[in-house]
Structure formats: C-alpha cells, structure tokens
C-alpha cells in the first residue's frame, strides 16, 4: 500500500487544479482516473463566463471564440439582446483544457494514475480502494469525481441530475460568431437550449433538462430545423451526459474527506455551469487542507464548508429562487414576461449588470429600479424581494 499526503478522486479540471496547488506546496499527491484518457468524451457546451482567468489559467490556445452577448428568445421568439463592448465569454475546446490542466498538475509534481477505479473509500482511516489493484492510503481524500461520484454517495443519498445532449454542427452558410443564443421553453424548464458558435461553420447546439436523453433529442432536432442559420445543416459529433442539480444540503466533507466540483453540486443552478464556482473551491480546499496536513489537524478540514457557503450562499441561494420562478412560468407566462421586459428596457439593464457567473447584482438593480415587480406577479416579486431583506 502506497502513501500520500493527498489522493484525489477524478482527473477533471477541479481535482487536476487542486492537485497542482498541492503539488505545487510540496505534498505528495496521488489523482486516480477511472478512465484510460483525460477529458473524454466531451460532456460541456465548453463556454466560460471572462473572469474565469481571475481563478485558473487559461492559455489563448483553447480559446476557439470570443463572444459578446447573447440573443434570449421566448417560446414564440420574442428576443432579449444583451451587448457587450468587450468579450463577455470564451469558447473553448474543453477536452484539450481538460488535459491541459491534468499535464501541468504532473509538471508540478502529482501523479496521474489512468485506468484506476475507485470501489471504495474509508473516509475515516483515508484509504482508497481501487479495483485489482489494492489500496492506497492518504491524509486527505478529495473526491472530485463528477456528478455521479462514488464519493459523494458515500457521505450523501445519490445526486439528482439533469440530462444534456449536444450537437456539433457544420453549416453551410457563414456564421455570425460574436453572440450566443439561447431559447426558453417551458417543456424544458429549468433547462434552456443554446447555440454557441465556434467558428463561421462550426457551432454546439444543445440543451439541459430533467428529460429523458431521447426527449432531448427530440427537442433539439425540433430546434435545428426551426433555425435558419442551420439550412442544409450537417450534424458531424452528438454528445451527451449529466450536470447535478445544485444541493445547498449537500454534505461535502466527512473525517478526512471532502467534495470538490460536480461531485460537491458545486454549480450555478441557473445555467448548470461549474468551472468558476469549482476553480475557486479548489483554492479555497488546496488552503484549508495544505494546513491541516502541516499542523496534523484534520479538524481544520471543517473550516472548508464555512467558507464555501460563506463566499457562495447568498448568490446560489438567489440563483434557486431565479431558477424556481422560471420553472414555474408556462410558454404564455414567459412571452409576457419577455415582452415586459423590453418594454421596461431590461435590455439595456442586462447588458449593463449581466454577468454570467453572479446574478444577483442584476436581480437586485432590477428590484430596486422596479422592473421585476412591474413584469412578474406580485407573489413571485415577493419571494424575490425577500432574498434582500
């Protein structure tokens, strides 16, 4: 049985960026990969809000395409634009990220086992099982091991989850590339669908929802036909998987283990996306647990969950209730709201305090200028007027 400072579950961007800050530290660091290859298959629309370089880095090399806002549609195409004077997003190839930031972990100094699945980990005594090939022991265990984490089910009931799907599409005619667009539809609330170009030739379509993989489908080809960028289209990959439904109730740390990324529900429950949220734990993780090792105090592991919650709860808190509204809107309800919108001048509001990792900065400019209370009912106004008392 071979020892460690630190034995991270799962080689995705999360547990690969915490085992390069360890490394990076001077510890031994051991990051247990069940499959033979690091970042495939592809499970991400792979579009990253500006501020992802403030928490990890990111070499203009991955970088397929800059984009500037986004195009909101209704059910019935009424269009919110959102316009930005500088990049708002990045388009990325996220499986060359992904081993990217797996490389410079292993240039740092972590070791990178492939092909070794995790059956079992003592959460107490730091041991992690792995299939046919014994045991390793380590002083903390970080279980970064996606949605479906043999981690977290260990401390946690299973993780509920929505299903995405995702077309890679070749167009015939060229793309405008500057702006993203995104479809609401209340048959797949709280998901949206998205269409994100890489190229002129080259965009993702896809969506999230709590459907079947096959209802998916149906809705997304639904959506291919009904866009006229994508006449005598040609669909050229499919991709599907999972992202967690976000769990304020999640329990992320247990003895000498605790919960990073997807596995943790470390996701904003808007939009599903994880990696900033995840990046920023990391750090907040790689400090807590650099010291707990140095002092031999694993009771300075607790320190961990009152950060995360302490930085993030109020914003995931409010993007719930976001969430929880739109969930409860019919095709009518969000036409209206839609169109209340832009005769409120919300566009220029979104454009202003957008921001696609943290909403509530435009959720409170819109209460306190009045413009939600003028376009939702008073009982939904209500609930989101009480997040700031």
């Not at 149906?218 to 992202?243: A, D, F, T, W």
């Not at 904003?268 to 140095?294: D, N």
């Not at 306190?368 to 700031?388: A, D, E, H, T």
Request: with cysteine; net charge positive; hydrophobic share 40%.
């Amino acid at each position: 049985m071979k020892d460690y400072d630190v034995a991270v579950v799962g080689a995705g961007p999360v547990g690969s960026t915490y085992a390069r800050y360890m490394a990076e530290k001077g510890f031994s660091v051991a990051i247990l990969e069940k499959k033979k290859k690091v970042g495939v298959p592809l499970q991400c629309a792979g579009l990253l809000g500006k501020r992802i370089k403030k928490v990890n880095k990111l070499p203009s090399e991955f970088i397929m395409n800059k984009v500037y806002g986004a195009d909101i549609h209704s059910p019935s195409d009424i269009v919110l634009k959102v316009d930005k004077k500088e990049p708002e997003a990045y388009v990325i190839d996220r499986v060359a990220y992904d081993e990217y930031l797996s490389e410079i972990a292993l240039e740092s100094g972590a070791e990178l086992l492939l092909n070794h699945r995790v059956e079992d980990v003592d959460l107490q005594k730091g041991e992690v099982h792995v299939k046919n090939r014994g045991k390793i022991s380590a002083k903390v265990i970080v279980g970064a091991d996606g949605h479906d984490s043999l981690v977290s089910r260990l401390l946690n009931p299973p993780s509920e989850t929505y299903g995405a799907a995702q077309y890679l599409v070749k167009v015939v005619n060229t793309l405008e590339i500057d702006y993203v667009k995104l479809r609401v539809d209340s048959r797949i609330s709280p998901g949206f669908l998205w269409f994100i170009p890489i190229s002129t030739s080259l965009v993702r379509v896809g969506l999230f929802s709590k459907l079947t993989y096959p209802e998916l489908n149906v809705h997304l080809q639904h959506y291919l036909k009904r866009l006229p960028e994508l006449k005598n289209s040609s669909v050229e990959k499919k991709y599907q998987g999972h992202i967690p439904v976000h769990d304020p109730k999640k329990q992320i740390i247990s003895g000498r283990t605790l919960l990073l990324g997807d596995a943790a529900s470390q996701v904003k429950p808007t939009t599903g996306g994880g990696l900033r949220l995840g990046f920023i734990c990391a750090q907040m993780a790689f400090e807590v647990t650099s010291k707990a090792i140095e002092t031999d105090n694993m009771d300075i592991l607790l320190d961990y969950p009152n950060l995360y919650h302490k930085k993030f709860g109020r914003e995931l808190k409010t993007q719930l209730q976001v969430q929880k509204i739109f969930q409860s809107l019919n095709d009518a309800d969000l036409d209206l709201m839609f169109q209340k919108l832009k005769e409120e001048g919300a566009e220029d509001l979104i454009s202003e305090y957008g921001d696609m990792d943290t909403q509530s900065p435009l959720v409170k400019e819109m209460l306190k200028m009045g413009v939600l209370f003028s376009v939702l009912p008073k009982i939904l106004s209500r609930r989101i007027s009480s997040l700031w008392k």
